[in-house]
């Protein structure tokens, strides 16, 4: 008789496939030159394939040459959002690593997953099956970051003991310099040697900024410009024009002169203040801050300039350009930093010729040396200056405007008036006064006190008692006067606007105007007013207006 178990057969179940995710990362360049990020590629898509699971192109995540430190990183982001949207079923790594270098990031990501069913599975760490693999997973995470943080100690110390040893460990030469590296017997990079030599382009480069700075007094721009002529781009940018940044580097440099360069002199910092506010940063450390000069060490290189006193007069000329740029920054500009040209940069202050000042287009300074492309000219800060101020009186002394303003101080007035606040003053002291004046009555009263005593303090408790009630009603008659016309306000408002100074006017146009834009024959005026709830825009048109002379020294603007 056949056994019950004919029917079923020793075959494997096949079950069924599910819809997986990739992510990899690799955190240095030169992992991403030697493709170990297409390695763990490989291998994972081999996995899924084995497993009997569907990889789709949209959900393989990668994040080239990001670190495992931050937890904010586009390919990463781009995954999250994907098991947010229950776009797949199973997540595939090359390990628990690769999602983060920290423990904490790591359990943070993973519990994601867990919470949206979504099955974690790295190729080289226990999957989590039971709490004892949750356990040894967790401890694999903690060992992970343990891990990075030995590395990077390890290569601090080697990189150290190397340097103080006299061997040269810098990984890029300064400007002027190129380091040339001779392989080890070995053939091992441990044992190669590298040696500062001077690169003759670049350190001719460098004699004739001096040359130029130093001898010829020429500017730093006029430098740029003849660079530029010349096209003689720097080394590491990506612009094939110069900057003053790299050029006053060059300038300040002593190792030009006296011969040595610096390990272990800059330590790597989180910027305060970013320059470039991106929402992902490769790199969190990105800025960097002087050390301690007893911690730098010194190695001796070739000089590029001779010690004939030119550098130390090229530091005297930087510093007076200095003391120079700063009395250039009295010249009064009123809507500095509020005026936008038509093509959508900002206009800066611009000194011209005859002590007139002008609004031009910030592109001729960030395309110098090349040409600009807007071609609107310069318009007359005084003329702009005024008849931006002029718009801003008829605004700020308008009726409707003062009758909100007047409505709104009317209802705190018994609040936020100094009067008001004089008066809370006054009956605290006359409470004070008075239980002082208790205090006397009780001590002749028990025979503790003379009567002579007596009636000398009580006298002055009375006669103080006295004057802050007179106080008191003056203030109280001042506080329920009636308020202001409109028309009062409006000539007060004209006063205080008129006789304001200089210093007031910017502080108030920084607290009301978002900014002026310049187009060829009219003006933009941005106001956020305080009882508006939106920015209110101004326009009032400009022309020039001719002069019976040979120089128009400037442009007239008539607002209307």
């Not at 040894?136 to 903690?142: E, I, K, P, R, T």
């Not at 990079?189 to 040359?211: A, P, Q, W």
Request: net charge positive; hydrophobic share 35%.
């Amino acid at each position: 008789m056949p056994s019950s178990n004919a029917n079923f057969t020793d075959a494997p179940i096949k079950l069924q496939s599910q819809i997986a995710a990739l992510y990899a990362r690799v955190s240095t360049a030169r992992q991403e030159d030697e493709e170990t990020i297409e390695v763990q590629i490989a291998d994972i898509k081999a996995r899924v394939t084995s497993d009997g699971n569907e990889l789709a192109k949209e959900n393989i995540f990668l994040d080239d040459g990001w670190t495992g430190t931050i937890l904010k990183r586009p390919g990463l982001d781009d995954m999250r959002k994907a098991a947010l949207d229950g776009k797949f079923q199973v997540l595939y790594t090359y390990d628990r690593g690769r999602i983060a270098r920290k423990y904490s990031y790591q359990e943070i990501v993973i519990e994601e997953l867990e919470d949206r069913s979504i099955r974690f599975l790295p190729l080289h760490d226990k999957e989590v099956v039971t709490d004892e693999d949750r356990l040894f997973q967790g401890m694999q995470g903690l060992f992970s970051e343990w891990e990075r943080f030995k590395i990077a100690d390890r290569f601090r110390i080697a990189k150290l003991r190397r340097a103080e040893g006299g061997r040269l460990v810098n990984g890029h030469a300064l400007y002027g310099w190129k380091i040339v590296r001779t392989p080890g017997a070995s053939g091992d990079k441990k044992d190669e040697t590298r040696e500062y030599v001077i690169d003759e382009e670049e350190s001719h480069i460098i004699r004739l900024i001096f040359h130029w700075f130093v001898d010829e007094r020429v500017s730093l721009r006029q430098i740029i410009e003849r660079l530029y002529a010349m096209k003689i781009m720097p080394r590491k940018q990506k612009s094939d024009s110069w900057t003053t940044g790299p050029l006053e580097r060059i300038l300040t440099c002593k190792s030009y002169v006296e011969g040595k360069v610096y390990f272990n002199k800059h330590e790597a910092i989180v910027p305060k203040n970013p320059i470039k506010n991106n929402e992902y940063r490769r790199v969190k450390k990105s800025s960097r801050r002087l050390r301690d000069e007893k911690d730098w060490i010194a190695y001796s290189v070739p000089p590029i300039l001779e010690d004939d006193g030119t550098f130390e007069k090229a530091q005297l000329i930087l510093d007076e350009n200095k003391r120079r740029k700063a009395k250039n920054r009295k010249r009064s500009y009123l809507l500095s930093g509020k005026v936008f040209c038509e093509c959508g940069h900002r206009r800066v202050g611009d000194p011209g010729g005859y002590n007139n000042r002008y609004y031009r287009c910030a592109q001729r300074i960030y395309n110098h040396p090349k040409p600009t492309e807007c071609m609107l000219s310069g318009i007359n800060a005084e003329a702009l200056d005024a008849a931006v101020w002029a718009t801003l009186e008829k605004i700020m002394t308008d009726p409707t405007i003062l009758q909100s303003q007047a409505e709104v101080d009317i209802k705190t007035q018994a609040k936020g008036t100094a009067a008001t606040r004089e008066v809370r003053e006054l009956q605290h002291l006359t409470k004070k006064v008075t239980a002082e004046h208790d205090r006397y009555t009780k001590a002749y009263g028990a025979g503790d006190m003379p009567f002579e005593q007596f009636r000398k303090f009580s006298r002055d408790a009375k006669r103080r008692l006295k004057l802050y009630d007179k106080q008191m009603a003056a203030l109280q008659t001042e506080a329920t006067k009636p308020a202001e016309s409109v028309d009062e306000l409006c000539q007060v408002a004209a006063n205080v606007l008129r006789r304001m100074a200089e210093k007031d006017k910017m502080l108030l146009i920084s607290n009301i105007v978002k900014k002026v834009v310049v187009e060829r024959e009219e003006v933009e005026l941005q106001v956020q007013i305080p009882l508006q709830s939106r920015s209110l825009p101004v326009k009032f048109q400009y022309r020039a207006k001719s002069r019976n002379r040979w120089i128009a020294k400037c442009r007239k603007i008539d607002a209307f």
